[in-house]
């Protein structure tokens, strides 16, 4: 899919502009894999031989994408996904201390 393209596409849930990062293009620049985030709802979706997959969750099998996402791993720079969303680790989660654990 060509970048132009891409560019203009925004998140089917709550239209919020997605940010694109490309793992791979061909020769004329046309992206084959990569994802766009959403910054709002931290929707992730996958691009796939340059098709972006763009379902309602509930038309998503994770199991499907996870493969992707693994080989991906290192462009999601340390954050990981879960239920189509993209989370940073350290953000909003409180972390399990050895005093907390009862
Ligand atoms: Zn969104």
Redesign the pocket.
């Known amino acids: 899919m060509r970048y132009e393209t891409i560019k203009k596409l925004c998140?089917p849930?709550?239209k919020?502009d997605l940010a694109l990062t490309t793992v791979t293009k061909d020769t004329d620049g046309n992206i084959l894999q990569g994802f766009l985030t959403?910054g709002?709802?931290q929707?992730i979706y996958p691009i796939v031989q340059g098709i972006p997959i763009m379902s309602p969750d509930e038309y998503r099998e994770f199991r499907l994408e996870q493969p992707l996402l693994d080989k991906w791993k290192k462009h999601l720079k340390g954050r990981v996904v879960e239920n189509f969303r993209v989370i940073s680790h350290n953000s909003d989660k409180q972390e399990l201390k050895p005093g907390n654990i009862k």
């Open positions: 998140c849930i709550d919020e959403c709002k709802c929707r």
